[in-house]
């Protein structure tokens, strides 16, 4: 099946610094990518949708300017955390659309999950 | 707006039985799709099902199968013979269909245990 590959998977920062994760479609093209956050023992929240070649769309009450979203190709967007502080932490997971085939398909994923210090 | 929710924030069901997990969804769409995704410990999330709202028979994998009522907004995940690494949390969620954007919206999740 469908792989997509998330990286790193865990990171520890000092707060101020900038971090950057990378969601990669490994065997498909994906157009649409996107990248939920995910709290403790809580559900996916959609952050924003990443289209390749285009500005993302972020939700409501997502800082455009503290998280930056990069899809410059159809296997790669990215996901940087500038001047990351510690309510910043959390789990960041993403997913991509493969748009060949019937039907929906998205994959996720490992996650990230981002400890600011 | 689409809502997707789930009234059980925890389950519990001895191994080898069976245990029904609930959900019930809002949309004034005809046309979507509905899923079910776990999520074990290592928080890879792991697509469980999915049904199309335009079948009308019940989607089936292996041990999992769904009860899709369109009319009552209903789809609830059934776990027949259940198995220790069935443990995890299950989230319902909900997808428009041949939506541009195709972002998934999430219940908030139940929380499965399976006792030996």
């Known amino acids: 099946g469908a792989v997509v590959s998330q990286h790193p998977s865990r990171v520890i920062c000092k707060s101020g610094t900038s971090v950057k994760i990378e969601c990669r479609s490994l065997d498909f093209q994906a157009t649409t990518m996107f990248w939920y956050r995910q709290f403790p023992k809580q559900s996916l929240m959609l952050m924003a949708t990443?289209?390749?070649?285009?500005?993302?769309?972020?939700e409501q009450g997502v800082e455009k300017d503290k998280f930056l979203i990069n899809h410059a190709s159809l296997t790669l967007s990215t996901l940087t955390v500038t001047s990351a502080h510690p309510e910043d932490s959390s789990f960041y997971i993403c997913s991509a659309r493969d748009p060949g085939g019937p039907g929906e398909k998205l994959f996720f994923g490992s996650g990230t999950q981002l400890s600011v210090l | 707006a689409q809502t997707v929710t789930q009234s059980q924030p925890e389950m519990s069901v001895q191994e080898a039985e069976t245990v029904t997990l609930s959900c019930t969804y809002d949309?004034?769409?005809?046309?979507?799709?509905l899923f079910w995704y776990k999520q074990p410990p290592s928080r890879q999330m792991i697509l469980v099902i999915r049904?199309?709202?335009?079948?009308?028979q019940n989607a089936t994998e292996n041990r999992f199968s769904v009860n899709f009522q369109k009319a009552a907004k209903s789809f609830s995940l059934k776990i027949s013979d259940s198995q220790l690494g069935d443990a995890a949390m299950y989230f319902c969620?909900?997808?428009?269909?041949?939506?541009?954007?195709?972002?998934?919206?999430f219940g908030k999740g139940t929380k499965l245990s399976v006792k030996p």
């Open positions: 949309t004034s769409e005809s046309d979507y799709y």
């Open positions: 990443s289209n390749e070649g285009s500005k993302a769309t972020y």
């Open positions: 969620a909900y997808l428009n269909y041949g939506g541009s954007q195709g972002n998934l919206i």
């Open positions: 049904q199309e709202a335009y079948k009308q």
